[in-house]
């Protein structure tokens, strides 16, 4: 993109159809308000997929307080129980921010900032929801038994999470985008 706006409108124009050494088509050849409209798309979809999984967890963990096994719960218990709704509410309001985010700044032709922004608040929501299962999970499995596996199964889940959610779309980032360098 960067080498988009530096050939400018007319650049644009006659780069269309450009290849990159492999052979491959580089890129869009779309305007930073173009591209903007695209990533918001995108971005609504991705967060969409999210919300919904947080909203069923939030709602879920919502209830547990009222059960008649709450009051039984340990001291310990009920403080991983009240650090996951809270993690979980964080969750929740990070996914929904960028909808209050586009809502209140639309209009004001700075949609680029505006995804960018959305983007990280994304980020950060994704992040929480990481945190939220991970607690959650947590406080199922220490309530479910008392074996002292618990910690290591957790943090086999999270490992997993880590590899489905940041390391293995950063390894391919890494790796196809280093294909195509000069």
């Known amino acids: 993109m960067a080498d988009q706006d530096e050939r400018g409108a007319s650049g644009r ?4 159809g450009a290849k990159s050494a492999s052979g491959l088509a580089r890129g869009r ?16 979809q991705e967060i969409r997929v999210a919300q919904t999984g947080v909203q069923i967890l939030f709602g879920f963990l919502l209830t547990v307080v009222f059960t008649p096994r709450y009051q039984e719960l340990a001291s310990t218990d009920k403080g991983i129980y009240i650090a996951t709704v809270a993690l ?3 969750a929740t309001g990070a996914l929904i921010g960028p909808v209050s985010f586009h809502r209140i700044v639309a209009g004001r032709r700075i949609k680029p900032q505006t995804v960018q922004w959305a983007s990280r608040l994304t980020f950060i929501g994704l992040l929480l929801l990481l945190a939220t299962l991970v607690s959650a999970l947590f406080l199922v499995l220490r309530v479910a038994t008392s074996d002292h596996f618990v910690p290591w199964l957790v943090a ?5 999470y880590l590899v489905c959610w940041y390391v293995l779309p950063l390894w391919v980032r890494h790796r196809y985008t280093m294909r195509d360098a000069p």
């Open 156 to 160: 086999g889940v999270v490992g997993w």
């Open 29 to 44: 050849n779309e305007t930073e308000e173009e591209r903007a409209d695209r990533r918001w798309g995108e971005l609504i």
């Open 13 to 16: 124009a006659a780069g269309r």
């Open 88 to 90: 979980g509410a964080s």
